[in-house]
């Protein structure tokens, strides 16, 4: 199959609420199209690491989050274009129910996309009146087209064919296909949702699980024909975002990459590479050293808490960063990556692991969350991130918090709640000289000041190193 009338087929798969199965169903149908040969482009609407994790693991290409948000519209668009380019159909998984979210919600990317949806609906403990949730949600918005119903967890064939009985006497809508209630469709949770693809002990027996339920109860014809049936839509293709990035080639960037630290927007390495940057992972469990010719470290965020004695053990790396600290490497860090800066991190039982201890304050797991949603950040001081003034949009979404209050002058963000009014303006994060790290996520794709400015500082800090740079010129960040 080929994508040759650039009609960029493709398909939301969206739920009535989250638990909808619609990772399962997502995940299903893509590795049922890879066993017929047909290349998916995936990605996860909002800002979600571990899904995105699991479409790129079954579809053997990088899937990217589509974020309003984080992104922009244009920037959105942009990215769907130019990942899809090269695949045969596009599928896209949605975040929470279809109209949760408000201006961020999976119908209103459907409507941006102009995409066909196929409803996922939790069907345990419901007979006939999945008809009436299912004609709430067609006249709902009538610029949703829902072209297709997956009814998810029944319990067999015969509640199948109730519910289907029902849901065509009342609606238009097709049933294209139902899964099973299986254990071996439940991937375990923790505190931050999902275990991880990096964990990977169960993974390819679900994946494989959820192909099989696709093959035997889904019309995948029915679903090829909506996706190669899209309509094409408008996009201004003279747009780039890449314009305004800077240039700066034989610079080296050395990111966390293993599985305590995962959580991070591969697009963020993409634009990294379109500047020139060479980028290296390295792995904080298992790495003994970083290369001597970096010039910038990137800490991203991730289960460092899980994974809290192999990351204090690991004493040779800790030297290693601490030495490059030291030195003036410019260090960028986000969540995880925050509490490894940390002096210690404090787990449930109370036991403390030695971090890094560059930011001088512990971090301890709470049994709620502590940040969580959209954020706007506005810089207080001139950083290794930028200016002052600058505004940065990212989320958060974390159970940790540090122990003590740090003191304001090193709290470099203004944070604000992207819902005005639910949470008060506060100072967050930590930045001193060539640091910057906080809770904050942030895509550099709306975010390109940051990722200019970072790169900036490393190309002085490369200078510095050569002896091409005076201390004055290098600067106080």
Same mark, same amino acid.
């Given at each position: +199959?080929?994508?040759?009338?650039?009609?960029?087929?493709?398909?939301?798969?969206?739920?009535?609420?989250?638990?909808?199965?619609?990772?399962?169903?997502?995940?299903?149908?893509?590795?049922?199209?890879?066993?017929?040969? %047909?290349?998916?482009?995936?990605?996860?609407?909002?800002?979600?690491?571990?899904?995105?994790?699991?479409?790129? !693991?079954?579809?053997?290409?990088?899937?990217?989050? @589509?974020?309003?948000?984080? +992104?922009?519209?244009?920037?959105?668009?942009?990215? &769907?274009?130019?990942?899809?380019?090269?695949?045969?159909?596009?599928?896209?998984?949605?975040?929470?129910?279809?109209?949760?979210?408000?201006?961020?919600?999976?119908?209103?990317?459907?409507?941006?996309?102009?995409?066909?949806?196929?409803?996922?609906?939790?069907?345990?403990?419901?007979?006939?009146?999945?008809?009436?949730?299912?004609?709430?949600?067609?006249?709902?918005?009538?610029?949703?087209?829902?072209?297709?119903?997956?009814?998810?967890?029944?319990?067999?064939?015969?509640?199948?064919?109730?519910?289907?009985?029902?849901?065509?006497?009342?609606?238009?809508?097709?049933?294209?296909?139902?899964?099973?209630?299986?254990?071996?469709?439940?991937?375990?949770?923790?505190?931050?949702?999902?275990?991880?693809?990096?964990?990977? /002990?169960?993974?390819? @027996?679900?994946?494989?699980?959820?192909?099989? #339920?696709?093959?035997?109860?889904?019309?995948?014809?029915? %679903?090829?024909?909506?996706?190669?049936?899209?309509?094409? &839509?408008?996009?201004?293709?003279?747009?780039?975002?890449?314009?305004?990035?800077?240039? =700066?080639?034989?610079?080296?960037?050395?990111?966390?990459?293993?599985?305590?630290?995962?959580?991070?927007?591969? #697009?963020?390495?993409?634009?990294?590479?379109? +500047?020139?940057?060479?980028?290296?992972?390295?792995?904080? @469990?298992?790495?003994?050293?970083?290369?001597?010719?970096?010039?910038? @470290?990137?800490?991203?965020?991730?289960?460092?808490?899980?994974?809290?004695?192999?990351?204090?053990?690991?004493?040779?790396?800790?030297?290693?960063?601490?030495?490059? =600290?030291?030195?003036?490497?410019?260090?960028?860090?986000?969540?995880?990556?925050?509490?490894?800066?940390?002096?210690?991190? %404090?787990?449930?039982?109370?036991?403390? !692991?030695?971090?890094?201890?560059?930011?001088?304050?512990?971090?301890?797991?709470?049994?709620?969350?502590?940040?969580?949603? !959209?954020?706007?950040?506005?810089?207080?001081?001139?950083? %290794?991130?930028?200016?002052?003034?600058?505004?940065?949009?990212?989320?958060?979404?974390?159970?940790?918090?540090?122990?003590?209050?740090?003191?304001?002058?090193?709290?470099?963000?203004?944070?604000?709640?992207? #819902?005005?009014?639910?949470?008060?303006?506060?100072?967050?994060?930590?930045?001193?000289?060539?640091?910057?790290?906080?809770?904050?996520?942030?895509?550099?794709?709306?975010?390109?000041?940051?990722?200019?400015?970072?790169?900036?500082?490393?190309?002085?800090?490369?200078?510095?190193?050569?002896? /091409?740079?005076?201390?004055?010129?290098?600067?106080? !960040?």
């Amino acid at each position: +199959m080929s994508n040759k009338n650039n009609r960029y087929p493709r398909l939301v798969i969206s739920g009535a609420s989250s638990s909808s199965c619609k990772t399962t169903t997502t995940i299903g149908l893509i590795e049922a199209l890879k066993r017929k040969n %047909i290349s998916v482009q995936s990605y996860k609407i909002g800002p979600d690491y571990i899904d995105t994790a699991y479409l790129t !693991y079954v579809s053997g290409r990088t899937a990217y989050n @589509l974020d309003f948000w984080l +992104m922009g519209k244009k920037n959105v668009q942009y990215t &769907f274009f130019e990942k899809s380019a090269d695949a045969d159909i596009s599928i896209i998984e949605g975040v929470m129910g279809l109209f949760d979210g408000g201006d961020c919600s999976t119908a209103e990317m459907v409507k941006l996309l102009n995409a066909p949806v196929l409803l996922c609906i939790n069907c345990e403990k419901i007979g006939e009146s999945i008809s009436a949730i299912i004609e709430g949600f067609i006249n709902f918005d009538r610029k949703i087209k829902i072209a297709g119903l997956i009814l998810a967890k029944v319990s067999g064939s015969g509640h199948y064919e109730l519910l289907k009985e029902a849901i065509e006497k009342r609606t238009k809508t097709r049933v294209l296909g139902y899964l099973i209630k299986d254990e071996k469709l439940v991937v375990k949770e923790r505190h931050l949702g999902l275990t991880t693809i990096f964990e990977k /002990n169960q993974t390819d @027996l679900f994946i494989n699980n959820a192909a099989d #339920q696709v093959e035997q109860y889904f019309d995948l014809e029915k %679903i090829l024909d909506i996706a190669f049936k899209s309509t094409n &839509f408008y996009f201004d293709k003279n747009y780039s975002p890449y314009t305004s990035l800077s240039k =700066h080639n034989n610079i080296k960037v050395a990111y966390s990459f293993d599985n305590s630290f995962n959580f991070f927007y591969h #697009q963020n390495i993409d634009i990294l590479k379109k +500047m020139g940057v060479e980028c290296a992972p390295f792995s904080p @469990l298992n790495g003994k050293s970083l290369d001597s010719d970096i010039d910038l @470290l990137i800490l991203w965020g991730g289960f460092p808490e899980i994974f809290a004695k192999q990351l204090s053990d690991n004493k040779s790396l800790k030297k290693d960063i601490l030495n490059y =600290h030291s030195q003036g490497m410019p260090i960028y860090a986000e969540c995880g990556g925050f509490i490894y800066l940390c002096r210690n991190y %404090i787990d449930s039982e109370g036991k403390k !692991y030695p971090m890094l201890g560059i930011i001088p304050v512990d971090i301890k797991l709470s049994d709620r969350l502590k940040g969580f949603g !959209y954020k706007l950040a506005q810089t207080r001081f001139n950083t %290794i991130i930028g200016n002052a003034g600058i505004e940065i949009r990212g989320h958060e979404f974390h159970h940790s918090y540090p122990v003590e209050e740090l003191p304001d002058e090193f709290k470099p963000y203004i944070l604000k709640s992207k #819902q005005e009014g639910r949470v008060k303006d506060k100072f967050d994060g930590f930045a001193d000289n060539n640091l910057f790290a906080s809770y904050l996520h942030i895509n550099f794709i709306d975010n390109q000041v940051v990722v200019n400015s970072l790169v900036k500082h490393a190309s002085f800090y490369k200078k510095k190193k050569q002896g /091409n740079c005076s201390l004055t010129s290098f600067g106080k !960040y």
